[in-house]
């Protein structure tokens, strides 16, 4: 199996605001037991084994503000009623008054994204919007999944432009499709359209500088998670 990974970007919110902003909608989630775990480098895995892969509930890791962005790590999901951290980003970003960003990682197979602004949804992304269809797509179902980075805009760093960004989203099976070297399928025709998505995730959350532009440990957190100073997470658990 491999790599599946899920995360929600905060942009310019500190992590009491979005602490506070995650239960309150998670109230609405018919959740109403809260927990903060205390968490260190030394106990991390511990923690993980003994309360987060044991126990009933959702497991969140709330990240500092390094720069200009919060990172909610979904840990684990415990629950009769499951749902999961990408589709809480819509809302609190209505409830936080900012612009929220959620990546998720499928199996090493493909990206996803969500960007949104107060409660409005502004972008998506698939990395291969063929992975999951029996059939290939016609090209104007194709068209009408397509990324807009534009919409990017507000929050790039100040140095990083649309087209950098682009060329990252592109890449793969996107550029395939603009070279209709798509086959019968609707599978890149050519290995050159070869994409290792973890790194492409990596490079995506470099490039905004989610983390440092020259490092996001949260794409693969259980090998890179030590990146970040535990001392200063919020480890929350949250049940009915």
């Not at 106990?43 to 890791?61: A, C, K, M, P, R």
């Not at 990408?86 to 936080?96: D, F, H, R, V």
């Not at 960003?101 to 949104?116: C, G, I, R």
């Not at 980075?149 to 507000?154: D, G, R, S, T, Y």
Request: contains cysteine; charged residues 25%; negative net charge.
């Amino acid at each position: 199996m491999g790599l599946f990974s899920t995360t929600l970007n905060i942009f310019k919110k500190e992590q009491s605001e979005i602490v506070e902003g995650l239960k309150h909608h998670l109230t609405k989630r018919h959740l109403s037991t809260f927990k903060r775990i205390e968490v260190t480098s030394d106990n991390f895995q511990d923690i993980l084994e003994s309360e987060v892969y044991t126990n009933s509930g959702v497991f969140y890791l709330i990240t500092e503000k390094p720069g200009n962005w919060t990172t909610i790590i979904e840990l684990n999901v415990s629950l009769e009623e499951s749902f999961y951290l990408y589709e809480l980003g819509n809302e609190l970003s209505a409830i936080l008054n900012t612009f929220t960003l959620s990546f998720h990682l499928h199996d090493d197979d493909v990206v996803y994204y969500n960007l949104d602004n107060n409660g409005k949804s502004l972008d998506g992304y698939n990395s291969n919007v063929q992975y999951f269809e029996n059939d290939p797509l016609p090209k104007v179902e194709i068209i009408a999944q397509r990324h807009d980075p534009q919409k990017f805009l507000e929050i790039l760093p100040n140095n990083k432009n649309v087209d950098g960004l682009n060329k990252i989203l592109d890449r793969g099976y996107w550029q395939a499709f603009d070279n209709n070297d798509l086959d019968k399928d609707g599978i890149p025709n050519d290995l050159k359209y070869d994409i290792n998505e973890e790194d492409r995730l990596k490079e995506l959350g470099q490039y905004l500088e989610i983390y440092t532009a020259d490092s996001f440990p949260y794409a693969n957190w259980c090998e890179d998670i030590k990146k970040v100073g535990f001392s200063k997470c919020y480890l929350l658990k949250a049940d009915k």
